[in-house]
């Protein structure tokens, strides 16, 4: 399975998507798109959004810490 | 530095101070009397009354109780609240830290209509500065408010542009004096809003009068913030706007604990009373834990 979390070190949900991806002991990819301007780029393509966290999993794209859709994606 | 703050000093608020204060905790209640409950002229259904009571009437009551039993009632607007390990929690008129948070602050309600605003979330319409702030470096942003909270709003966003507009929606500033000098450092537009529009982003902001103006990013801080706005700041887990706790009334965020309309549910005085005493339970073992 293939995660990549797109944040900023300050954003809350990002701190909690990371938090809960972790407590679930599952591997992923983190991306600070306030400093790696090519991240940022990406994820706003693949979103359309300016606003974080963009978790992509699989190629499926979660919006902000959708705490259920990410379960239903990385069970 | 107080045990406990409580937010919302409804009735899940001010029965949850009941237990701590009776348990020796330090805490202070802050809220204003702006509830639907205050102005609910027939209760009917709560129990222990014998003849109908007035909103108004009920949390009068509840306040001089809790009051008498020693919580610290501060009749305030909270602005934000900050932290992790403790808790920083900024009103219009002051800064105070807990140990403890306890979010009580009833139903989220829509606070502001402008077109096309729920269509641009995301895409250029934020509703926190913290989280996407970064995104509009150097951009021409726009804080929709007019009080203390669209000022911090405001002066959060310093840290990523300069060019930054409060649009009032046709309403005056309404600043208390400790912010009064952070103002002059923002334009300030006073026109009525009614529409957004773009592209695959936000591009402009129209008035009532006819105008508009071109921005890049539309960050909404109206009027005072909701639990929903609370729970973006420090990241807890929301659904619909209702902020999810467990049977314990906890969040996902060690410390912080919600109660009363702002979880969903069951919107009653009855239910609230009760979310709050279990919270305010739960509240005690946290900070005797700590």
């Not at chain 2, 969903?264 to 834990?289: D, L, P």
Request: aromatic content about 10%; some cysteine.
């Amino acid at each position: 399975m293939e995660i990549k979390v797109y944040s900023t070190p300050t954003c809350p949900y990002c701190i909690q998507a990371k938090k809960y991806l972790e407590s679930k002991n599952v591997q992923f990819q983190e991306f600070d798109v306030s400093t790696d301007r090519e991240a940022a780029s990406e994820m706003i393509d693949k979103s359309g959004q300016r606003g974080v966290p963009v978790i992509d999993v699989n190629g499926e794209i979660i919006i902000g810490f959708d705490k259920g859709r990410l379960d239903s994606l990385i069970s | 530095m107080y045990d406990v703050i409580i937010i919302g000093k409804g009735p899940a608020g001010i029965s949850a101070s009941l237990y701590t204060v009776r348990a020796n905790l330090k805490t202070l209640v802050i809220g204003k009397n702006d509830s639907s409950l205050w102005k609910a002229e027939k209760i009917e259904n709560y129990y222990g009354f014998s003849q109908v009571i007035r909103g108004q009437d009920l949390l009068e009551e509840g306040e001089k109780q809790a009051t008498r039993l020693g919580a610290e009632i501060l009749n305030d607007k909270v602005i934000s609240i900050e932290g992790n390990e403790h808790f920083e929690i900024l009103t219009s008129d002051g800064k105070f830290a807990a140990k403890a948070v306890l979010i009580a602050t009833g139903q989220p309600l829509k606070k502001v209509r402008v077109e096309n605003l729920e269509l641009f979330e995301g895409k250029g319409v934020s509703y926190c500065s913290t989280c996407d702030g970064f995104f509009y470096n150097n951009l021409k942003v726009g804080v929709l408010g007019y009080s203390d909270y669209a000022l911090h709003e405001a002066i959060e966003l310093e840290a990523f542009t300069k060019d930054i507009t409060i649009y009032t929606n046709g309403k005056e500033l309404e600043i208390n004096s400790q912010f009064e000098k952070d103002v002059e450092r923002f334009n300030v537009v006073d026109k009525q809003v009614y529409r957004i529009d773009g592209g695959e982003f936000l591009q402009k902001i129209f008035f009532k009068d006819g105008t508009s103006e071109d921005i890049d990013g539309l960050f909404v801080a109206y009027e005072s913030p909701s639990s929903a706005d609370f729970a973006k700041k420090l990241g807890i887990v929301t659904d619909n706007n209702a902020i999810t706790v467990d049977s314990d009334q906890r969040t996902n965020i060690p410390g912080v604990f919600a109660a009363g309309d702002c979880t969903g549910g069951f919107k009653q005085i009855s239910t609230a009373v009760g979310q709050g005493a279990v919270a305010g339970k739960k509240i005690i073992e946290y900070v005797r834990n700590l």
